[in-house]
């Protein structure tokens, strides 16, 4: 969906001119992200000089594609998401610290020395944080103030546990 650019401001400014998933100010470069991917087929195509390349097609999930569904990124947390479901990319999050333990010597050694400390703290979007400050102040901690449910919350016990989380100290 092209979104015109009355529609796209009303998407930048959803959560107060933040990426709703990490909560930095955007900038003049962001996108409009499919909270629900759209995910579209992948056409190959032959270029005149004889490579090859891959085209997107037609949307497999059409229905996702309203301005409702639309959330404003930063750029690297929607290359980051690409097509996953929210839920999906909360997990990929999530594991992202054993892989460094694992794999990366460098974030060992500042780990060792303090610079960085790992949490079990779970994966939470900005745009949950802000929904539910908004909802401490409702009587209801799971439904939000438009009245429509919010999975992947600690509350409900759907929210991706983070196990080892990294913060680094300043």
């Known amino acids: 969906m092209r979104l015109k650019k009355l529609e796209r401001e009303q998407v930048r400014v959803k959560y107060g001119g933040r ?4 909560g930095i100010e955007l900038g003049a470069r962001w996108h409009a992200d499919h909270l629900e991917p759209v995910t579209r087929e992948l056409i190959s195509k032959q ?3 004889g490579t090859w390349r891959l085209d ?3 949307p497999l999930k059409p229905e996702n594609d309203h ?3 639309m959330m404003p990124a930063c750029v690297p947390c929607n ?6 479901s929210l839920e999906g990319w909360r997990l990929w999050i999530a594991r992202h610290v054993n892989s460094l333990n694992l794999y990366q010597p460098t974030y060992r050694l500042a780990k060792a020395y303090g610079l960085i400390v790992e949490t079990a703290e ?4 900005y745009f949950e ?3 539910n400050d908004q909802h401490s102040r409702t009587s209801d901690p799971i439904l939000g103030a438009d009245g429509t449910r919010h999975p992947g919350r600690p509350e409900d016990g759907n929210s991706a546990s983070g196990q080892a989380l990294a913060t680094a100290q300043p």
Do not use: E, L
């Not at 990426?19 to 990490?22: D, I, K, S, T, V």
């Open 47 to 49: 270029n005149p000089n």
């Open 19 to 22: 990426c709703a998933y990490c």
């Open 79 to 84: 290359i980051s998401k690409g097509g996953q």
């Open 129 to 131: 944080k802000v929904t």
């Open 122 to 125: 779970p994966v939470v979007f």
């Open 56 to 58: 997107s097609g037609k």
């Open 67 to 69: 301005i409702g569904n």
